[in-house]
């Protein structure tokens, strides 16, 4: 016997923070949001404790580079995080550049406009849980100079198509929010929505916030909201919050009642 069919449904939000600079932003969003997840780049390691708190411990961290930024003149370890209210189940952490043994030291080489960064010096982690029995991952991809889908980016992210299709937390179903530095209507962009649907509005052409960014208005639509064919997600952009566009999305899930 087919059963009826019902929606599962839950609250995500999704922002690379730009680490400690706009905690105060960040918190009165995910405050007046209130979601029922939460996707997190760029978390400094000495800003667990607050977040740790804010979620009552529902909260995982995966390192992914030590790095020395100007406006402080000393060594943070930055991640990718995903908190809950709700508690996290079947937490699962992969890396598909590097690992976190060790941690590599964020290197960058070049000056000015000339500047990049060492792939390898970065490792990039899928963190993944199971909240109100639906599956989110998030991500920090990989970097690249003017937002260049490289040799080097499109084999990551072929790497990052094999964690999600090997997960099998909602039998291989899965939300994947996060920052890909991947501009959209590029080649590494396009890999990621040929197997994953892209559900950011077409009209909306940027994720860069031009009033905190320190570039100001680039005009690149760089952080997504991907769906596997058992979701749906309706997402709408958040400025005013960080260095990039926050986003907030009503996730649906079809399933078997």
Not at 184 to 213: F, Q, Y
Request: glycine fraction near 10%; aromatic fraction near 6%.
């Amino acid at each position: 016997m087919i059963g009826n069919k019902e929606d599962k449904k839950m609250k995500l939000a999704c922002v690379n923070i730009e680490r400690s600079k706009h905690l105060d932003r960040v918190e009165a969003f995910l405050r007046r949001e209130d979601a029922d997840v939460v996707c997190l780049q760029e978390v400094c390691e000495h800003d667990l404790p607050f977040f740790e708190d804010f979620f009552g411990g529902n909260f995982v961290w995966a390192p992914i580079a030590k790095a020395i930024w100007p406006e402080k003149e000393a060594e943070q370890t930055v991640g990718v995080a995903l908190g809950s209210k709700h508690g996290l189940t079947d937490i699962r952490v992969g890396y598909y550049v590097g690992s976190d043994d060790p941690i590599p030291t964020e290197t960058w080489v070049g000056e000015g406009d000339d500047r990049n960064i060492v792939h390898d010096s970065v490792s990039r982690a899928l963190v993944a849980a199971t909240i109100l029995g639906m599956r989110v991952g998030t991500t920090h991809g990989t970097w690249t100079k003017n937002g260049d889908s490289t040799p080097e980016q499109m084999a990551d992210y072929a790497r990052l198509l094999e964690l999600v299709a090997e997960d099998d937390g909602d039998g291989g179903e899965m939300v994947l929010c996060g920052d890909f530095n991947a501009p959209r209507g590029r080649a590494a962009w396009g890999l990621l929505a040929s197997a994953l649907k892209d559900n950011i509005p077409p009209e909306v052409t940027t994720s860069i916030d031009k009033d905190l960014h320190r570039a100001g208005d680039l005009g690149l639509m760089v952080d997504g909201v991907f769906t596997t064919t058992g979701y749906t997600a309706t997402v709408h952009m958040v400025g005013g919050v960080s260095d990039h566009v926050a986003m907030a999305a009503e996730v649906r899930r079809t399933v078997d009642a």
